[in-house]
């Protein structure tokens, strides 16, 4: 059974920082690219930033390029968001999918606001 279940996410200053966790289960999460997506309220999901399987490449939305850094442990199941310099238009349910695209968790919400 596929799992992707996101955290990290919570209310934070503009200019503040926030690390988003998705753990994967149910899937051969190591031989996947990974990728961190977000709808912001009134818009279509887009995506933030992929890593390649092995970590080696990865590749980031030019809206938050410079600030956030997207990383992988392959015996962990896992993948992080590093945010920094968060800023409002951030704000937005965080989500994690691999290529090809699993069945969608429920995210994680990220609030930018002073």
């Known amino acids: 059974q596929v799992q992707l279940v996101e955290s990290g996410g919570g209310l934070v200053q503009p200019g503040g920082s926030l690390r988003l966790s998705c753990a994967a289960s149910?899937?051969?999460?190591?031989?996947?690219?990974m990728g961190w997506y977000r709808r912001a309220p009134g818009k279509e999901r887009e995506s933030v930033a992929t890593?390649?399987?092995?970590?080696?490449?990865?590749n980031y939305a030019d809206s938050v390029k410079g600030r956030f850094i997207i990383s992988r442990d392959n015996g962990k199941n896992t993948v992080w968001l590093q945010m920094n310099d968060l800023k409002p238009d951030d704000t937005a349910v965080y989500y994690c999918?691999?290529?090809?695209?699993?069945?969608w968790g429920q995210g994680t919400q990220v609030t930018v606001a002073s």
């Open positions: 149910g899937f051969p999460f190591s031989i996947r690219t």
């Open positions: 890593i390649s399987r092995v970590g080696q490449i990865a």
């Open positions: 999918n691999s290529l090809p695209e699993e069945r």
